[in-house]
């Protein structure tokens, strides 16, 4: 009778366990197609700066299979370890077994942001990222104030202090990778149709982005100059807005499928050929959108179409080939890294087309870093939410990146760019990052790189 009632008692705790409800859980069948050999361990960044066999992916699909079978709750000690993920896909990369575990850890993002009840200060500071960094025009009114607050030299004054370290971490690792605020920031004045110098090739759409469009404004112009220099018709619909990343990578449904919608009605009628990127995070979020809609039946359709006509920058012209004549960037020969960004290498499978385009300039002499996949701990806004964790990260890839010797930093991401910068200066230094958008555009116009200081 004791027996049966203690029975009883664990099942009854059992069903109170706060867990993942029915709303696409992380589907078991992927997650038994983890054979937990391990290989994921080592090029995992949240493991191999934490050293906790729950911060890899093997243990987070252990995880994820005891909630889904009701062993463990959905809580505080589970989810800390989903949140120390960095979403940078190294080991759908590197499994053997083909284990998808991108699918598992966003459907796990999900649930978290569903099911589990974060504490007041970070519900804040989490409703301050997503209220503000999708929506441009929003980012558009603290222009003035942080021009200002540059300007005055309170940067190093308030990170001379520690203050806002003391105050918020999390505050002080978002002051710390705030962009330069220039003239070109103010700027918003694309036409909706640039049309192509000589031949016109292809009609291709472009997307501005949000923190791109704002404080990487000469990426895009860049871009949009690349472009048009080999036969591109480049439309820019006004009525886009962001591309989704950010919300979705952090299981922000409703937000993330309300912007797609956004972004796919946005170029319906405009009839373009590809819908072009230039931003590693966007780009992989995009190509997934019929995923994110795949449940809405006006917009499952679409969002298939529009995925489909989705590439990279880079992916776009090394598959359609240069027709602009490229000249040095530099009298003398040029060292060069690329920066691999996570969601172009592991998340799009794209690594040999950026090399392929760089290498066309004249003089450029190309170099490898050591960990080229590892992550630089930007992944979104990861470097805000997990500081501790992306400063480690960040510290090593810029290392990596001096010890090259190269004179020149490629990042295709302005999350990387802005983590690689702070850390190049924290160590001292003087190494320029620029797109390779940026680069291209120089060789195009046959403009020499001390020309663009």
Do not use: W
Request: glycine share 6%.
């Amino acid at each position: 009778m004791q027996l049966s009632e203690n029975n009883e008692n664990k099942i009854a705790s059992l069903e109170n366990l706060q867990g993942f409800d029915n709303n696409h859980p992380p589907e078991p069948k992927l997650i038994d197609s983890c054979v937990h050999c391990g290989f994921c361990l080592s090029t995992c960044p949240s493991y191999r700066v934490i050293g906790k066999e729950m911060d890899s992916p093997r243990g987070r699909i252990y995880l994820m299979d005891a909630v889904n079978e009701g062993e463990i709750a959905l809580n505080t000690a589970t989810t800390q370890h989903f949140d120390s993920c960095l979403g940078c896909l190294a080991c759908v990369t590197t499994c053997p077994s083909g284990v998808e575990y991108d699918k598992l850890i966003s459907a796990t993002r999900h649930q978290v942001a569903r099911n589990y009840s974060r504490t007041l200060p970070d519900k804040l500071f989490r409703q301050l990222i997503f209220s503000l960094f999708p929506y441009p025009q929003r980012l558009r009114l603290l222009l003035v104030p942080l021009f200002v607050y540059q300007k005055l030299g309170l940067p190093k004054l308030i990170r001379a202090t520690g203050l806002l370290e003391k105050i918020s971490p999390r505050l002080a690792a978002m002051e710390s990778i705030l962009p330069e605020v220039t003239g070109k920031s103010f700027r918003d004045n694309y036409p909706t149709i640039i049309p192509a110098q000589n031949q016109k090739r292809y009609r291709v759409g472009v997307i501005l982005g949000c923190v791109q469009r704002l404080f990487f404004s000469p990426v895009n112009e860049a871009t949009v100059r690349v472009l048009t220099a080999n036969g591109c018709e480049v439309v820019i619909p006004k009525s886009q807005g962001c591309c989704a990343a950010l919300p979705e990578h952090q299981g922000q449904t409703s937000q993330a499928q309300a912007l797609a919608r956004q972004m796919i009605d946005s170029f319906a009628d405009m009839d373009v050929d590809y819908v072009i990127i230039n931003a590693a995070g966007c780009g992989h979020t995009l190509k997934e959108y019929g995923h994110i809609l795949e449940n809405d039946p006006e917009y499952k359709d679409k969002a298939l179409e529009f995925a489909n006509k989705v590439k990279d920058s880079q992916e776009f012209l090394a598959m359609v080939g240069l027709t602009a004549k490229l000249s040095p960037l530099t009298d003398e020969p040029l060292t060069m890294v690329y920066q691999d960004a996570c969601h172009l290498l592991h998340g799009q499978k794209i690594s040999v087309q950026p090399r392929q385009l760089l290498r066309q300039i004249p003089n450029i002499q190309l170099r490898e870093p050591l960990d080229a996949a590892l992550c630089c701990g930007s992944a979104g806004v990861y470097n805000m939410l997990q500081p501790e964790v992306a400063e480690e990260l960040g510290e090593q890839k810029a290392r990596n990146l001096v010890n090259t010797g190269a004179s020149m930093i490629a990042s295709p991401n302005p999350g990387c760019s802005l983590q690689i910068s702070k850390h190049l200066n924290e160590q001292g230094k003087e190494i320029k990052v620029m797109h390779p958008m940026e680069l291209l555009d120089c060789s195009i116009r046959g403009v020499k790189l001390e020309e663009e200081e």
